[in-house]
């Protein structure tokens, strides 16, 4: 018998706006005193109306159409209701049944761990790709805060409404993620697509990017009968342990004959192991959570109405994505996967990369050899220049002997006849394609200037 993991991830994120969701309040409420961004709106004061905030529905268009999904050309806001001491009006304002974005993706490089499933479970992927459909994107607010205290000697639940009010995105998957290494890896993938845009920090510690996971077992390549929540999860490496946990958890149970119940469970970091949450609180909230939310349209908000123009104004706003990024690396410059994939890790370090290639042309260093230089970085460069300006020294200590240089001038004229022919007819750009291939040959160790003296004399002598 086999089992094979069924993931599916739910990712909420903060937005950065400046003001809350549907009120004025400053969104910003890490480290703020308890309270102090609060009006009525926010503390669902009897009356009160919400106004929704534009950029904030924008920002989720954005991060939908960079995950490649469909825009509801009609959306609408809806009350989730429950009862919690962080909700105060006793129901969220969240999206139900016509959410911002539907149906997108994200890819995954092919992990083992995926390939080892694929035959059972694999259903949203093509041609040996990973690809994790996104089943929707919406938007809602995010709730107070409960702060367990000790007051005068007695133990206290106090409630911070700062956090009420702020913007929430909710990414949720299908179930298309079989291991913790895949569930890791689109996690992170998601993590640097949203900084990227602009539009959160995704700062797990701060609690600004949350993450929750859907485990179950499929026997055999059947659908699991259950389905494990896994909440609180602030770090992708609790993520991956929460995962491999349960998966070794349900596979005791379903050997010995039993099905895992269907629960919400949460992460003990002290323990490393997730655990029944049982609480009287959460107990009462997982059951109004089994049930119905009695959502219906949220009636002081107009739905939502999006032509194509608009949503075109906001795709046209994407920068170019890690994945584009990515492709394009390895094309223009002729990178190995592997060296692309660290150099665009962050936004950061591909722009870095692309200033230092731009400052090394000056000086004939080709891109794979500045590409080489920040993977095996050991010292820290202050810009690109300073980085170009280390492997300038260190050609002029390697390779600045004539008889080596006029080896690889002579190996590269044999080579390139075409661009040696193009030299001779007056065209200059070849020469520079020369000098490219003569760094590639010394890995772009050669002395540039003395290089090009050489060829110099070298090609006017065979004229
Ligand atoms: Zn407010």
């Avoid at 919406?138 to 009010?165: P, Q």
């Avoid at 959460?282 to 959502?295: F, G, I, L, P």
């Amino acid at each position: 018998m086999t089992y094979s993991p069924v993931i599916g991830l739910e990712v909420h994120v903060e937005l950065k706006t400046l003001s809350k969701m549907f009120c004025g309040c400053p969104a910003d409420h890490f480290g703020k005193k308890p309270n102090t961004q609060t009006c009525p709106v926010c503390l669902g004061l009897p009356g009160a109306l919400p106004v929704p905030n534009k950029k904030a529905i924008d920002w989720t268009l954005l991060i939908g159409l960079a995950l490649d999904c469909q825009v509801n050309h009609h959306s609408k806001f809806d009350r989730k209701h429950y009862f919690y001491p962080d909700l105060p009006k006793g129901y969220q304002i969240s999206q139900y049944d016509e959410p911002l974005c539907v149906n997108g993706h994200l890819t995954l490089s092919t992990s083992e761990e995926s390939k080892a499933t694929s035959e059972v479970t694999h259903s949203g992927s093509s041609d040996g790709e990973n690809r994790v459909r996104i089943n929707r994107v919406h938007l809602e607010e995010d709730t107070g805060k409960l702060i367990h205290a000790e007051v005068d000697g007695e133990k206290v639940s106090l409630v911070d409404f700062n956090r009420s009010g702020v913007p929430l995105v909710e990414i949720v998957t299908e179930a298309d993620i079989h291991g913790s290494a895949a569930a890791k890896e689109f996690v992170k993938k998601i993590h640097q697509l949203i900084r990227d845009l602009g539009v959160s920090d995704c700062d797990m510690e701060k609690g600004s990017m949350r993450l929750e996971a859907n485990i179950s077992l499929s026997k055999d390549g059947t659908l699991p009968p259950y389905k494990v929540e896994v909440k609180n999860l602030n770090s992708f490496r609790f993520l991956g342990r929460a995962i491999d946990y349960e998966i070794a958890r349900q596979k005791e149970l379903l050997t010995r004959g039993q099905t895992p119940p269907q629960e919400t469970r949460g992460w003990s970091e002290a323990k490393n192991q997730t655990f029944a949450q049982r609480s009287k609180e959460v107990a009462q909230r997982s059951k109004e959570e089994a049930q119905d939310y009695r959502y219906f349209p949220e009636p002081d908000i107009p739905p939502l109405v999006f032509s194509k123009e608009q949503i075109d104004a906001i795709r046209a706003k994407l920068p170019e994505l890690p994945q584009m990024k990515a492709a394009r690396f390895a094309k223009a410059y002729g990178l190995k996967p592997s060296v692309v994939t660290i150099l665009t890790k962050t936004q950061a370090s591909a722009a870095f990369f692309e200033a230092a290639v731009k400052e090394g042309q000056k000086v004939s260093l080709p891109p794979t050899v500045i590409a080489n230089a920040m993977v095996n970085q050991r010292q820290a460069f202050k810009n690109p220049e300073d980085l170009v300006r280390h492997l300038q020294t260190q050609t002029q200590e390697k390779v600045s002997d004539k008889i080596t240089l006029r080896q690889f001038i002579d190996q590269v004229i044999t080579a390139h006849t075409q661009a040696v022919s193009d030299f001779k007819a007056q065209k200059p750009q070849a020469i520079g394609f020369l000098i490219g291939q003569i760094q590639r040959l010394s890995h772009g160790k050669a002395d540039g200037k003395l290089v090009h003296q050489l060829l110099l004399e070298r090609l006017e002598s065979s004229r």
